[in-house]
């Protein structure tokens, strides 16, 4: 049984960066066509993808965020982290982390539960 | 970037009735690479239908997923109660590799 959850701040100063980790069970990331994403969602709006990290450690960004984004994996304890920089109101979300499965569905599998992160002084 | 337009933004059925959901592409997009999303409020997205065309595991038979290139189609055969809500197509591409349509809001007439 796959399950992911993410954890993090709720509430972050804007300029700050943001850390979340996505732990996770029931898959390794070090299996050949698994990929772990986030993707956020602002309040009322819609699904907005960040980042992916392959099994191979291969790595992606969403061009216009690229610069403020850091997606890194730990296999050994199961964890996904990711960073953003330069936190603005803008970003407030629910924040999500999820499965991808690159060689059958190229497509979000299993979702966490979500973590919302308010930005604000 | 391929952009993924969704249609209509908002949709008012009537349980029972059919549902016909719109993605249309800016480039053309591998059928392999087209799946179909469902979120209900204060629940994480869904995976109802990947490949264009292939349910996921305990997806209903009344979710049906079609097309190719640039238009796809989600459609759902006699709504159900539980299916009052957004969905959301997304591709896999180059680069970059991952978007999603802004949605398609079904709500109950």
């Known amino acids: 049984q796959i399950t992911l959850k993410e954890s993090g701040p709720t509430l972050v100063k804007p300029t700050q960066t943001l850390t979340l980790t996505c732990t996770f069970s029931g898959f390794s990331l070090s299996t050949s066509g698994v990929g772990v994403g986030w993707i956020r969602q602002p309040p009322g709006k819609a699904l907005e993808w960040l980042a992916l990290?392959?099994?191979?450690?291969?790595?992606r960004y969403s061009p216009s965020l690229k610069s403020r984004l850091t997606i890194t994996k730990d296999t050994s304890k199961n964890q996904v982290v990711l960073t953003m920089t330069n936190m603005d109101p803008v970003d407030t979300a629910t924040y999500y982390c999820?499965?991808?499965?690159?060689?059958?569905?190229?497509?979000?599998?299993?979702w966490g539960q979500g973590t919302l992160v308010t930005v604000s002084s | 970037e391929i952009v993924l337009t969704q249609s209509p933004g908002t949709l008012s059925l009537s349980p029972g009735e059919r549902a016909t959901l719109s993605c249309r592409a800016s480039q053309s997009v591998s059928s392999f690479y087209l799946a179909w999303y469902q979120q209900k409020p204060g629940q994480a997205p869904r995976l109802l239908i990947y490949?264009?065309?292939s349910r996921a595991t305990g997806i209903p038979d009344r979710f049906s997923g079609s097309g190719s290139g640039t238009d796809f189609t989600l459609t759902i055969s006699r709504l159900e109660p539980e299916d009052f809500a957004v969905y959301y197509c997304?591709?896999?591409?180059?680069?970059?590799?991952?978007?999603f349509g802004q949605g398609t809001r079904l709500e109950i007439k």
């Open positions: 990290i392959y099994w191979d450690d291969d790595k």
């Open positions: 997304q591709q896999y591409g180059s680069s970059p590799p991952i978007t």
């Open positions: 490949g264009a065309s």
């Open positions: 999820a499965h991808f499965e690159f060689s059958t569905s190229c497509s979000f599998d299993y």
